[in-house]
């Protein structure tokens, strides 16, 4: 069973950060999505079982970090500088195929999601 909490959301600034968390149950291949009303679900951040690889969307690159506490299973995602169109549903996704080597950014190359939590960015 692969078991997925977010948690770490919330009404914040312009400007202002904040740090989501994503608890696992496992040491899976793992990202973060984001879906806003009427959008896409869109990419955001991935990280490689290990913690030695990441990869970003181009709408957050410099702004937001993805990490892991291996020993804990927790999967961070540090957003900084946070703008309006960062507002949306923010989820993190588990990659638990066999034969994949590294880590991948659509949607449908993860098999398991969590519930997800609110970002609202607003003055």
């Known amino acids: 069973q692969v078991h997925l909490v977010e948690s770490g959301g919330g009404l914040v600034q312009p400007g202002d950060s904040l740090r989501l968390s994503c608890e696992a149950s496992?040491?899976?291949?793992m990202g973060w999505f984001r879906q806003a009303p009427g959008q896409e679900r869109e990419f955001v951040a991935a990280?490689?079982?290990?913690?030695?690889?990441?990869l970003y969307g181009d709408s957050v690159k410099d702004r937001f970090t993805i990490s892991r506490d291996t020993a804990k299973n927790i999967v961070y995602l540090q957003m900084n500088s946070l703008k309006p169109e960062d507002t949306a549903v923010y989820y993190c996704?588990?990659?638990?195929?066999?034969?994949?080597?590294?880590?991948?950014?659509?949607?449908?190359?993860?098999?398991?999601w969590g519930q997800g939590t609110q970002v609202t960015v607003s003055s």
């Open positions: 496992g040491d899976y291949r």
């Open positions: 996704a588990a990659d638990v195929a066999s034969g994949i080597y590294h880590i991948r950014r659509g949607p449908a190359d993860y098999q398991h």
């Open positions: 990280i490689s079982r290990s913690g030695g690889s990441n």
